[in-house]
């Protein structure tokens, strides 16, 4: 007598989610802390990774592995991006942004100089291209940087080198360095602040209060967002075919 063979609905339905996830189409976020999700306690800091998911359709899985203070540098040392090929299949996109810890020189765990940023840009592109994904590469977002009134711009050289290998590599690029700049400086030094991680005191989470430069609000990350999705129309890369109408 044969045994039959019994599967429960909770396993049933978590093997058909496998499998419908499997068939569609992904997006992975590789980056820093200004695209990483964040936990409840760093609340309202926000990246901007965790709000792109609602501009897009049920077709199109976002995978954000952005993290805290990763650089193209230790992302690669931390086998994080081991992880991301892993699960990359054809037809999968990949958003490639650092460069907030890259510049941290002072850091040798983190920090590059702009050759060795290039080389693992180039890196990052080329095992996407292997696996017959798409790479997008995207400039850093600007600090809330004014003195005197006056904006400025903390990112040294790296914008430039991501500028410079897309060109060369012939892939996609979504200039957020240019993007973000407009953004703030139309917005003014105050006006500016609501897009950024800024509380008085007395916050469960930051009882002392917080003025952060980097990281972004909710508004801000909504805002940055937008202009990530502005930049898939401009560049009318595959993954237009999936924003919601």
Same mark, same amino acid.
């Given at each position: 007598?044969?045994? @039959?063979?019994?599967?429960?609905?909770?396993?049933?339905? !978590?093997?058909?989610? %496998?499998?419908?996830?499997?068939?569609?189409?992904?997006?992975?976020?590789? /980056?820093?802390?200004?695209?990483?999700? *964040?936990?409840?306690?760093?609340?309202?800091?926000?990246?901007? /990774?965790?709000?792109?998911?609602? %501009?897009?359709? +049920? =077709?199109?899985?976002? =995978?954000?592995?952005?993290?805290?203070?990763?650089?193209?540098?230790?992302?690669?040392?931390?086998?994080?991006? +081991?992880?991301?090929?892993?699960?990359?299949?054809?037809?999968?996109?990949?958003?490639?942004?650092? /460069?907030?810890? +890259?510049?941290?020189?002072?850091?040798?765990?983190? /920090?590059?100089?702009? $050759?060795?940023?290039?080389?693992? &840009?180039?890196?990052?592109?080329?095992?996407?291209? $292997?696996? *017959?994904?798409?790479?997008?590469? !995207?400039?850093?977002?600007?600090?809330?940087? %004014?003195?005197?009134?006056?904006?400025? =711009?903390?990112?040294?050289?790296?914008?430039?080198?991501?500028?410079?290998?897309? +060109?060369? &590599? @012939?892939?996609?690029?979504?200039?957020?360095? @240019?993007?973000?700049?407009? !953004?703030?400086?139309?917005?003014?030094?105050?006006?500016?602040?609501?897009?950024?991680?800024?509380?008085?005191?007395?916050?469960?989470?930051?009882? @002392?209060?917080?003025?952060?430069?980097?990281?972004?609000?909710?508004?801000?990350? *909504? $805002?940055?967002?937008? &202009?990530?999705? $502005?930049?898939?129309?401009?560049?009318?890369?595959? &993954?237009? *075919?999936?924003?919601?109408?």
């Amino acid at each position: 007598m044969k045994k @039959k063979l019994l599967i429960s609905v909770p396993l049933l339905l !978590l093997l058909l989610s %496998f499998t419908l996830r499997k068939d569609k189409t992904t997006l992975f976020i590789i /980056g820093d802390s200004t695209a990483a999700n *964040k936990a409840e306690k760093a609340y309202p800091e926000t990246g901007w /990774g965790m709000e792109i998911a609602s %501009f897009f359709n +049920d =077709d199109l899985i976002v =995978d954000n592995r952005a993290a805290n203070g990763r650089s193209t540098k230790s992302f690669l040392n931390e086998k994080r991006w +081991d992880g991301v090929l892993k699960n990359l299949k054809a037809g999968d996109f990949v958003f490639i942004q650092f /460069g907030h810890n +890259d510049e941290k020189i002072d850091k040798p765990e983190v /920090g590059t100089s702009l $050759e060795e940023y290039k080389s693992n &840009l180039v890196l990052y592109i080329n095992q996407t291209r $292997e696996k *017959k994904a798409n790479p997008i590469l !995207l400039t850093p977002i600007m600090r809330r940087s %004014f003195k005197d009134g006056v904006f400025t =711009d903390s990112h040294k050289g790296y914008p430039a080198v991501v500028r410079r290998v897309a +060109d060369s &590599l @012939k892939v996609p690029l979504i200039d957020m360095h @240019k993007k973000t700049e407009k !953004l703030l400086v139309g917005l003014g030094e105050q006006s500016s602040i609501k897009l950024f991680n800024h509380l008085d005191s007395g916050h469960v989470n930051y009882p @002392k209060g917080v003025k952060d430069n980097t990281h972004l609000s909710i508004e801000g990350a *909504k $805002e940055v967002a937008t &202009l990530v999705v $502005e930049g898939i129309k401009e560049t009318k890369i595959g &993954l237009v *075919k999936y924003l919601k109408k």
